[in-house]
Structure formats: structure tokens, C-alpha cells
């Protein structure tokens, strides 16, 4: 049912206080809770963290395990940093479309105290200093006048959690509405099918073409859209075929009235994808 969302520094207590949830809601509820976190998929956290794409990787996956996990009965609690505003607006929508009621518990500490908690890990259980430090600049703290970050809960270091209040959260309030972006609706148009794997596979050929004669960091022209893609690395057809496919599953479900707007959105899509 309810999504509770963990975000905080490396090492700021986000872990301990999701087990302390977990307990309170299995001995004062009869729900089951399912916690969803980086150990779960078995990562090493200094590989994935030093690398853009495994990291965007492992949180597609902790995504698809919560959409997996949520349901009408059951509570799932995200252990993750959770620290890009955009991934967690991303969540937001998840459960907009499972329509079911969230909230964020911002573990606060400072980077001192994060980084002396990391320090006295075990060494195979501490992020490296370099990974350590970009995080923390990285880091895009929640704020509860954005809609996806509210009800927020920041919990500092000596706090006890509000459990009372984050169960009033998940369990007394409405679930947001879904809206257009989040609900499935049928094709728009018979021909809506044809025109988008027409488009979609000559945006793919006209970059496949383009790479014979470009290096990274070039912009590509793209036929029917002002939009350009840029070339930020040498990309196969096997890869481009994935994204294709990717996109081509989300927008049956999201279609647009104006088949004009796919080689926009398609070129917009692999340009987001592509770093």
C-alpha cells in the first residue's frame, strides 16, 4: 500500500531507522513490510557509485523492485540515498499511478558526523573518501514545498522517529490523484502505431549513419524535430534498439493526440537516456 521513501547522506542512519519502522509497523499493524534497498540486489556500492550508468542502472532496479513490491495491503520502505530530486519525482509518480499515499524521512547529519559513521564501518562496508565526498556535493536535499518530498519527516541524529505522525501520513491521508501522465490510456489514433515505429526506427538510422562520421561530443541532426542528439559516446545499434523499445512501451501507454511531437519526445528521451 504506502511508500515510505529513505533519503540522507552516505552512512546517516537511513538503514537503522527503516528497521526501527519496520518493527513498529509489524508488532502495531497487520501489514506486512517490505523493505527495498541497495543490499537487496547484492551491489557493490564503491563500483556503482564511481561509474554514471551502473549508478542509473541499480536505481532503475530498486524502482522496478517498489513498483513490484507496491500493492493495496502491504508497506514498502525504500532504503537508498534517494538524493536526486528528479528520481524521487519519479517515485512520486509510481505511486500516483498505484495510487496509493507516500511520505520522506530525511535522515539529517552533517557530513562530519556521516563521515566518521563511515569511517568506523567495517572497511569492506565503507565508501572510499573520493565517493564519499562526491555524494555529499551531489546531494539534492528534499523540501517539503515540492509535492513529491511532502510529508516530510527529518529526523536528526538523537531524534526519536515520529511514528505515530508517519503512520497518520501513510495511512490517514488520500492518495494523490493520478493524472494523464500516470494513467494508461488507449491508443489515440489508428495510424498512432504505425507513425511512431516509422519515426522511432528512422531516428535510430539517422544516428547509426551519423556515427560513421562523428566523434563524441557532436551534435547530430535528426529529420523532423529542431532537437539534436548529442553524441556523448559511441552507442550501438543493439543499445539504441534497447531505448527504442523502452520508449516505444512507455508512450503506447502515454500516447499523444500529435504524432508531430514523437521525434521530439523520442530524441529528448535517448538524449536523457544516453547520459
Sequence with gaps: ?????????PCSGKTRRTEELKAYFEQNTDRKVHVVADSVLVVEK??????SQKEKQVRAALKAEVE??????????????????????????LIKHAQTPHCLVYCLTSDDVSSAWNASRDPEAQYTQDIFDALVLRFEP???????????????????????????????????????????????????LYELDKITQDVLMAIFNAQKSSVPGDLVSVPGTTEKIELTRSIN???????RRQFISYTKMHPTENTGH?????????NKSLH
Design 46 to 51: 564503491n563500483d556503482v557509485y564511481a561509474d
Design 68 to 93: 513490484r513490491k507496491v500493492n493495496k495491503d502491504d508497506i514498502v520502505i525504500l532504503d537508498s540515498l534517494n538524493y536526486i530530486k528528479g528520481y524521487r519525482y519519479e517515485l512520486f509518480c
Design 237 to 243: 545499434m543493439a543499445e539504441l534498439r534497447k531505448f
Design 1 to 9: 500500500m504506502p511508500l515510505i521513501i529513505m533519503c540522507g547522506y
Design 142 to 192: 528534499p523540501d517539503s514545498r515540492n509535492r513529491w518530498d511532502s510529508p516530510l519527516f527529518t529526523i536528526l541524529q538523537d531524534d526519536d522517529l515520529q511514528f505515530e505522525a508517519i503512520a497518520d501520513a501513510i495511512f490517514k491521508r488520500k492518495a494523490p490523484p493520478p493524472n494523464q501522465s500516470t494513467q494508461s490510456q488507449p491508443l489515440s489514433s489508428a495510424n498512432f
Design 262 to 270: 514523437i521525434c521530439n519526445m523520442f530524441v529528448q528521451y535517448l
